[in-house]
């Protein structure tokens, strides 16, 4: 089972940016494996943020963060990095990243989706502070 470690939080002030990465540990690949990136808010429930799919042909992105958040796979494909712009203090959070075996991020209803429910192997996540 693939061991995930999340890095490059930090404090941010409105409008910075902050780029988030995830390592495969011990030499390993997320080749074969759908990815994403889940935000927990202080008291709130964990949320998805943005979805890869296996073959990186299917991505997810949350209404919030399209066009501002940028997930991709590194050429090494132990990677994955999110890159965020324009933060704002609303998106304060534990930054997670997980894997799901399934490689499949399309739901029954036939869209991209990004449940944390659907994805079984987790990071210790990073936080980001957003402050102002």
């Known amino acids: 089972q693939v061991q995930l470690v999340e890095s490059g939080g930090g404090s941010v002030q409105p409008g910075e940016s902050l780029t988030l990465s995830c390592v495969a540990s011990g030499g390993d690949s997320l080749d074969g494996y759908a990815v994403g990136w889940f935000r927990q808010a202080p008291g709130k429930d964990r949320e998805g943020v943005s979805c890869l799919s296996s073959t990186d042909m299917v991505t997810f992105s949350a209404n919030s963060v399209k066009g501002r958040f940028t997930m991709s796979r590194g050429d090494d494909r132990n990677l994955v990095t999110l890159r965020m712009n324009s933060l704002n203090p609303e998106e304060t959070g534990v930054y997670y990243c997980?894997?799901?075996?399934?490689?499949?991020?399309?739901?029954?209803?036939?869209?991209?989706?990004?449940?944390?429910?659907?994805?079984?192997?987790w990071g210790q996540g990073t936080l980001v502070v957003g402050s102002g």
């Open positions: 997980a894997t799901d075996l399934d490689g499949d991020i399309v739901t029954d209803d036939g869209d991209p989706g990004c449940s944390p429910s659907e994805f079984g192997t």
